[in-house]
């Protein structure tokens, strides 16, 4: 299933994957993965929804409304339609996964291993379901499972049976103990099919007719004979046919120049679709709220130490030490997000690889999304810091505060995103967090200047937003102000002191070019992250080349067909039908153990 849909990015895949003779598209299939990364947040029904106006943005909203709620009544969700996805149970948990993947109206869906942590009376609850849905939607559905007990393997209709990516078995389930029967390989009467045929291909065919062959009508197999040579020279064989074009080129091409039409359109729906569900998701959480908190109480803690300082040149270097707090403060309290950005980061994998917006779309949407909460942590702890410290009670000095705070998380949020990005796992992530912040501190010019470095890291400092963010707060605390000098009795300006105590020449900006570039880093580093996704994506997604290879698949809305097998018949009652993949791997090939099943 990874390979089919862009998603073995672990190894080189080539070959076609083909719908109706056509080359697949990202809106044909959906993937529903292994486990269920959910916005714990969401209702099932706002969580249905928003991946609905991310992927259906032809439907109004009301038929948007009757189509999700048609899916909830299907996958048996209407009691819990308005509870949260972190109060759902297993079972529940997975109808929803399975509801998401269904929302696109995809005309494909994989699942891998949807039974996954399940007891067996829920996996086999999950299965009907699916059974159900797949009917109900008229959905191919192909799904991979693990160790299924026999009420769930009979549940469905057909069985692709692999053996180190070599076919075993392709046809209907009901025949594929007739088919092993054939050649010598009866089903015991109390074993469980399933078990039985892992049992069977995890070793030789000649191995398998010694441990469990009749002994009557079949005479030990050549060496070279393979599983494969077994059921092409079978009478039950199902040979490739053409595909069945019920969904014709031209309708293709039709649909495709009205999805190319309205680009633009979708994109900015998407936006705002992005931008709604991120406000929403974190009022919610409470990573911002945690981070407002630990911001009031420290600065809260920082404002009663240096608790309205006086205006007095022997005050200086406590002003400066209530400065360097003040971004220092800022800086750290930004990687309390980190962890919530490792988990959003597979959600929205998952969702760029369905083709539910693209990653351009949603850097943006993130960025937008972010400030009005950024925007109130600074308002509110400078409105604490600020006046407690009495750094310049002047509005306009108040105001540059609170810009060059919200700069500065942007700065760091877009940091640790591409952090985040690169080494992709949590505890790293922070880890990875915390030293590139010493670097921001300790490079910015703010204990040593950059004249007084040595020459070959001295240049660093000019490339830490840090350094302008610092150098901007110096400014607004000091310049407009003036200092008594109990030495001399007299009184200075804070020109006086920025020249001569932090050394601000002619070729120091000025506060509000430094905020500038504080901003400009911001989007820099936003800029980067959205290169960085796109590279580390780059593969994901994709379906294979065109190149000519043993991996091919042929799907039409009523018949599936892998190479090397071929279409099982439609049913009498023209429903869909449900497929079943068991393969298995020898112990030393397979990363997950024996076996698998689909």
């Known amino acids: 299933l990874n390979a089919l849909s862009g998603r073995a990015t672990y190894a080189k895949v080539h070959g076609s994957v083909l719908l109706d003779g056509q080359a697949v598209r990202q809106e044909d299939i959906?993937?529903?993965?292994?486990?269920?990364?959910?916005?714990?947040?969401?209702?099932?029904?706002?969580?249905?929804?928003?991946?609905?106006?991310?992927?259906?943005?032809?439907?109004?909203?009301?038929?948007?409304?009757n189509h999700v709620a048609s899916?909830?009544?299907?996958?048996?969700?209407?009691?819990?339609?308005?509870?949260?996805?972190?109060?759902?149970t297993g079972g529940q948990r997975k109808r929803v996964s399975i509801g998401l993947g269904l929302v696109g109206q995809p005309r494909v869906l994989f699942l891998d291993e949807p039974t996954t942590g399940l007891d067996s009376s829920s996996a086999l609850n999950i299965v009907n379901y699916i059974c159900a849905v797949t009917r109900a939607t008229h959905v191919v559905t192909i799904l991979t499972i693990h160790q299924p007990a026999a009420p769930v393997f009979s549940a469905l209709d057909d069985l692709y049976l692999l053996e180190t990516g070599s076919l075993v078995y392709f046809g209907p389930l009901d025949t594929a103990t007739q088919y092993f029967a054939s050649v010598g390989l009866p089903c015991p009467a109390a074993c469980n099919p399933a078990d039985f045929f892992v049992d069977l291909i995890s070793t030789s065919p000649q191995q398998a007719l010694t441990?469990?062959?009749?002994?009557?009508?079949?005479?030990?197999?050549?060496?070279?004979?393979?599983?494969?040579?077994?059921?092409?020279?079978?009478?039950?064989?199902?040979?490739v046919t053409?595909?069945?074009?019920?969904?014709?080129?031209?309708?293709?091409?039709r649909e495709q120049a009205e999805l190319e039409g309205t680009k633009a359109k979708r994109g900015w729906l998407r936006f705002?679709?992005?931008?709604?569900?991120?406000?929403?998701?974190?009022?919610?959480?409470?990573?911002?709220?945690?981070?407002?908190?630990?911001?009031?109480?420290i600065g809260l803690f920082i404002g009663t130490l240096y608790l309205r300082l006086p205006?007095?040149?022997?005050?200086?270097?406590?002003?400066?030490?209530?400065?360097?707090?003040?971004?220092?403060?800022?800086?750290?309290?930004?990687?309390?997000?980190?962890?919530?950005f490792c988990h959003d980061r597979r959600l929205v994998q998952q969702e760029v690889s369905n083709g539910s917006y693209g990653f351009a779309v949603h850097t943006l949407a993130h960025t937008v999304a972010t400030m009005p909460f950024n925007f109130i942590c600074s308002l509110i702890y400078q409105l604490i810091l600020h006046y407690l410290v009495g750094f310049d009670d002047q509005f306009p000095a108040f105001v540059y505060a609170v810009l060059s705070t919200f700069a500065l998380m942007l700065v760091i949020e877009a940091i640790s995103l591409v952090v985040v990005e690169v080494v992709r796992d949590v505890m790293l992530s922070i880890t990875f967090d915390l030293i590139c912040l010493g670097l921001l501190v300790l490079f910015a010019g703010f204990f040593v200047k950059p004249d007084e470095l040595p020459v070959v890291v001295s240049w660093v400092t000019w490339l830490m937003p840090t350094h302008y963010a610092f150098d901007g707060i110096i400014n607004n605390i000091f310049a407009a102000q003036t200092y008594f000098n109990p030495v001399t009795g007299a009184y200075v300006s804070g020109e006086f002191v920025l020249s001569n105590v932090f050394a601000h020449g002619s070729t120091t900006l000025s506060k509000w070019p430094n905020l500038a570039v504080v901003f400009g880093w911001a989007l820099f580093f936003r800029f980067l992250h959205l290169l960085v996704t796109l590279f580390t994506n780059r593969n994901f997604g994709r379906s294979p080349d065109s190149k000519p290879s043993s991996l091919s698949a042929r799907t039409s809305h009523s018949q599936v067909s892998p190479t090397g097998g071929g279409q099982p018949a439609q049913r009498n009652d023209g429903r869909q039908r449900e497929a079943f993949v068991m393969h298995q791997l020898p112990s030393s090939r397979s990363r997950a153990g024996a076996g698998a099943g689909a």
């Open 30 to 65: 959906k993937f529903v993965p292994q486990f269920d990364d959910l916005n714990e947040y969401f209702t099932v029904r706002e969580l249905l929804t928003y991946a609905g106006q991310l992927q259906c943005a032809s439907l109004s909203a009301l038929a948007l409304a």
């Open 71 to 88: 899916l909830i009544s299907i996958l048996g969700l209407a009691p819990q339609v308005d509870v949260r996805c972190s109060a759902l």
């Open 211 to 239: 441990n469990h062959g009749d002994g009557q009508t079949h005479m030990a197999l050549p060496a070279h004979i393979t599983w494969t040579d077994l059921y092409h020279e079978s009478a039950f064989v199902v040979p």
């Open 242 to 253: 053409p595909p069945v074009h019920a969904y014709t080129s031209a309708a293709r091409e």
């Open 272 to 297: 705002k679709v992005l931008v709604s569900r991120y406000v929403v998701d974190w009022w919610r959480a409470p990573q911002y709220w945690l981070r407002l908190v630990e911001l009031i109480v």
């Open 311 to 340: 205006r007095d040149t022997s005050r200086l270097g406590e002003f400066a030490g209530a400065a360097f707090f003040n971004v220092w403060v800022v800086i750290f309290a930004v990687t309390a997000i980190t962890a919530a």
